[in-house]
């Protein structure tokens, strides 16, 4: 479907939120259980991840936000004019508002993203907010090969992957998207990309528990979103938030864990759950410089440039096609 309006071009690749019920059902059959982390991110969950960002706990957004603006000079001549800026989730505007204060041969900013209503809350705010500014929204899951209208007519395209989520990718997963990535851009185009490091898993486990429980009203957001997508009467109150560090893997590994055992009849099938079992909702990877240029490299791209905070804590990679 293709929507135009005014300075607004919008496109829904398909319904996504009807392709992701197998999906959710078939991690529920299995054992371990498991629940994708795109799942995370309806209006709901999108609007408590913007709250986790603003956490004093939760570190990588200001870290993040630091770098960009140390180095947006750099940044505004690699995204370079008459370019597509393509951003992969749904826009903080804190940080976009950065790039495009500053960058200003961005000829159509394209942001992806699977949550429809929180991208045209996004996008409205936006277009209010840069008169001349120009957006082609489209409505799909970033995880999978898209093709973006007309995308060869922009002398140079720029690929946005902020916020640490690179991280939820598995290594073969990660491995396989920037090879869709790869293909999406031209020669001389790049990715610029926010990757979380591997520090003291005190600050790591704090960050992902924080001390409002906001962390834990996302998580638990799953359950509410089960519950609309099937109809089904799962009671949030009989699951409880768990996220810790795996030191061995280099990543937070965060589940639902369920507190009693009873049975459940989700889209037409009883879904068992045992007390204590865990469902695997996300995996947080931490990555050192030398780790995620090495995967970066494998995927056919070259890491141009790599900048970190302060205190390490967290990386921008510039890596070119």
């Not at 008459?82 to 960058?103: T, W």
């Not at 834990?216 to 949030?236: D, K, M, W």
Request: hydrophobic share 35%; aromatic share 12%.
């Amino acid at each position: 479907m293709t929507e135009e309006l005014g300075r607004l071009k919008f496109y829904e690749y398909k319904k996504v939120e009807e392709n992701l019920k197998p999906e959710l059902l078939s991690g529920l059959r299995e054992s371990p259980k498991h629940i994708s982390p795109k799942f995370f991110y309806d209006k709901t969950g999108s609007q408590l991840f913007d709250q986790i960002t603003n956490l004093e706990e939760y570190y990588p957004t200001e870290k993040e936000i630091s770098i960009l603006r140390d180095h947006i000079n750099e940044i505004c001549s690699m995204i370079g004019e008459n370019s597509a800026l393509i951003e992969y989730g749904g826009a903080n505007l804190r940080k976009i508002s950065i790039i495009l204060d500053h960058c200003k041969g961005i000829a159509y900013y394209i942001p992806i993203d699977i949550s429809t209503i929180y991208m045209q809350s996004s996008v409205n705010r936006l277009l209010n907010q840069y008169e001349d500014l120009s957006i082609m929204a489209i409505s799909a899951d970033f995880t999978k090969p898209i093709r973006i209208p007309d995308i060869e007519k922009f002398s140079r395209r720029t690929i946005l992957f902020l916020g640490s989520s690179i991280g939820n990718f598995e290594p073969d997963e990660l491995l396989h998207f920037l090879m869709n990535a790869n293909e999406t851009i031209e020669e001389g185009d790049c990715l610029i990309i926010g990757a979380d490091l591997r520090k003291d898993s005190e600050i790591l486990n704090r960050a992902y528990n924080d001390s409002r429980g906001v962390t834990a009203a996302f998580n638990l957001n799953l359950i509410t979103r089960i519950n609309r997508e099937f109809g089904s009467g799962l009671s949030p109150e009989l699951f409880q938030h768990f996220a810790s560090y795996n030191g061995e893997k280099g990543r937070i590994e965060m589940y639902l864990k369920v507190l009693d055992n009873f049975e459940m009849n989700i889209g037409g099938e009883e879904i068992v759950f045992r007390k204590n079992e865990l469902i695997h909702t996300e995996n947080s990877y931490k990555f050192t410089i030398e780790g995620f240029s090495d995967i970066v490299e494998k995927a056919g791209f070259k890491v141009g440039k790599v900048w970190t905070d302060e205190e390490n804590y967290y990386s921008v990679f510039i890596i070119v096609k």
